[in-house]
């Protein structure tokens, strides 16, 4: 079992870019979570899909989207990145209502 | 929105003793997790508390809750230098959404 995978690992973008950032989840699991964790901070959680909808959100702009496919694998779009999006993008996957696994994590730096 | 504290924020331990580490949340929750975070890297679940009372001891490491003063803690029994790291609580709400502290940044002194 290959747990949470996430790509890319670094990810240098300047600001006004978009950026896509992917999440395959463990097997067996049908959830998704985004959070983004800024340097020397908890993670913040961004949104978690299900079934391919948004289910839950935090509280992000909409400048933050997100998609869920078929196979639960999911995507974290950022568009108009601003200096502050500087972050280390986690994904967490889950089974509905059980504990979350974390994958290794994006780090995006917006110059 | 749910609100969780942890302190201390920084923890400077000798090697062979004990601390503990404390995670307060605003509302009600039956749920709490512990993570380890090891610098540049991702978060490692070290402990699920599923429920008022709930103990749970992994070598070095225990983790309790008490869901009506809304308080978990996690203590270290004779520090070694291999946890060093840093450790957040999290709480879950009834969404399945996390909310984290702000973590604690243990370092452990031969």
């Known amino acids: 079992d290959a747990g949470v995978t996430q790509s890319p690992t670094h990810l240098i973008k300047t600001r006004g870019q978009q950026v896509t950032l992917r999440c395959s989840p463990k097997?067996?699991?049908?959830?998704v979570s985004w959070y983004q964790q800024a340097l020397g901070q908890g993670p913040q959680f961004i949104f978690q899909?299900?079934?391919?909808?948004?289910?839950q959100r935090g509280n992000f702009p909409d400048r933050f989207s997100g998609h869920q496919y078929p196979n639960y694998s999911s995507e974290l779009n950022v568009n108009a990145l601003l200096l502050g999006d500087s972050a280390l993008y986690l994904c967490?996957?889950?089974?509905?209502?059980?504990?979350?696994?974390f994958g290794p994590g994006t780090r995006l730096t917006v110059l | 929105e749910l609100k969780v504290e942890q302190n201390p924020l920084f923890l400077s331990m000798q090697e062979g003793k004990n601390y503990t580490i404390y995670c307060n949340y605003s509302t009600t929750s039956d749920r709490l997790y512990w993570y380890r975070q090891d610098p540049g890297k991702s978060l490692e679940s070290l402990f699920v508390l599923l429920s008022n009372g709930a103990v749970k001891q992994e070598g070095r490491l225990m983790a309790s809750l008490d869901t009506k003063a809304r308080l978990s803690t996690l203590h270290i029994t004779a520090a070694v230098h291999d946890l060093s790291a840093t450790y957040f609580c999290a709480v879950e709400n009834t969404g399945n959404q996390f909310y984290f502290g702000t973590g604690t940044s243990l370092t452990v002194i031969p």
């Open positions: 967490a996957s889950s089974l509905q209502g059980y504990t979350q696994y």
């Open positions: 899909y299900y079934e391919e909808e948004e289910r």
């Open positions: 097997s067996g699991h049908d959830t």
